[in-house]
């Protein structure tokens, strides 16, 4: 686990870090055989500068694979040790809207139970079976109570590196890689300068 100053922007610091932590373990970036990035949805800035890393690694390793971790699988993980029936992790869409993506165990194993779906508040709860419980840095933002629903704690909201080395571990068992050239990130939402432009000419201009 790399640590960040987190009133410095992680672009600087990040390769810098990675760099280190290489040397640290007497290692080289060509002897890496698989990376597991964290894939979104997240901020535009820190997607951007993840995968771009990500790519730019697997560039100058061309052995190196490549593992797009969906964030909210990620999230999932901080639950793993707690008990639930159906969980559900959500992220802010803005404009009153959520990212929801509802979760189940399978083998011991926390999976998607359904795709992602960006709705209101009202409609995710009247599309999902109780009791729930839910967890993400949409509860931050959208009053998510109600009966049958047990909000997780803040310290349970967001993606921990060990989230997604979970995720991505499994999912390369799975033999689930992504050619670098088609590492992308995934957004709640296009980006508004996007969104603006579609208003304007149309979403197929």
């Not at 932590?21 to 800035?45: C, H, K, N, Q, W």
């Not at 209101?120 to 967890?135: G, K, Y």
């Not at 050619?179 to 300068?193: G, K, N, V």
Request: proline share 7%; aromatic share 8%.
């Amino acid at each position: 686990v790399i640590p960040f100053d987190a009133s410095a922007r992680h672009a600087v610091q990040l390769v810098a870090r990675l760099d280190a932590m290489l040397r640290d373990a007497d290692l080289r970036a060509e002897e890496l055989d698989e990376i597991y990035v964290s894939a979104g949805p997240g901020s535009f800035t820190g997607l951007r500068v993840g995968i771009t890393v990500a790519r730019t690694l697997a560039q100058a390793a061309p052995h190196l694979r490549c593992v797009a971790v969906p964030t909210a699988q990620a999230v999932a993980e901080n639950a793993r040790d707690l008990p639930w029936q159906r969980l559900g992790v959500v992220f802010d869409s803005k404009d009153d809207l959520v990212y929801a993506v509802q979760f189940a165990r399978r083998d011991g194993r926390i999976v998607p139970a359904a795709e992602p779906v960006v709705c209101t508040v009202a409609e995710f709860f009247a599309a999902t079976p109780r009791p729930l419980t839910l967890t993400g840095e949409g509860l931050g933002y959208h009053d998510l109570r109600g009966d049958g629903v047990t909000l997780l704690d803040v310290s349970l909201h967001l993606p921990t590196p060990e989230g997604v080395w979970r995720v991505g571990h499994r999912l390369a068992a799975e033999g689930q890689f992504t050619e670098y050239h088609h590492l992308l990130p995934l957004y709640t939402r296009h980006p508004e300068a996007v969104r603006l432009w579609e208003q304007r000419h149309g979403p197929n201009a």
